[in-house]
């Protein structure tokens, strides 16, 4: 199993920066790729990047391209999301998913939530205007 925690949410202005980590543990040598998604209220959930964990290969969503990045620290088995020109759109809770190479479900693409198996708790990321 992988347990993954997420930290670096909170409140900023729009046009601010944010910096979200993901700390995973456990069987992380299962894990094939590492993604962001965010859940705003009423909203379903939705893909915000994702990261391969051997060669660091980047997918990002088109609201986000260009203003967040998302890294990786296999040493130490963090992820991070780098946030800036936050817009009150971006306000969610955002979550961390790591994938199974195991798993059946890694054919699946990589931004649909169904793909992984490993989620961590969330943290809110709140944009004011």
């Known amino acids: 199993q992988v347990q993954l925690v997420e930290s670096g949410g909170g409140l900023v202005q729009a046009g601010g920066s944010l910096r979200l980590s993901c700390a995973a543990s456990?069987?992380?040598?299962?894990?094939?790729?590492m993604a962001w998604f965010r859940q705003a209220p009423g909203k379903e959930r939705e893909f915000v990047a994702s990261?391969?964990?051997?060669?660091?290969?980047?997918y990002y969503a088109d609201s986000v391209k260009g203003r967040f990045t998302i890294s990786r620290d296999n040493a130490n088995n963090i992820v991070y999301l780098r946030m800036d020109s936050l817009k009150p759109d971006d306000t969610a809770v955002y979550y961390c998913?790591?994938?199974?190479?195991?798993?059946?479900?890694?054919?699946?693409?990589?931004?649909?939530?169904?793909?992984?198996?490993?989620w961590g708790q969330g943290t809110q990321v709140t944009v004011s205007s």
């Open positions: 990261i391969t964990k051997s060669v660091g290969r980047t």
């Open positions: 998913a790591g994938d199974d190479a195991r798993s059946s479900k890694i054919t699946e693409s990589n931004d649909y939530p169904s793909r992984y198996d490993y």
């Open positions: 456990g069987r992380t040598l299962t894990i094939y790729s």
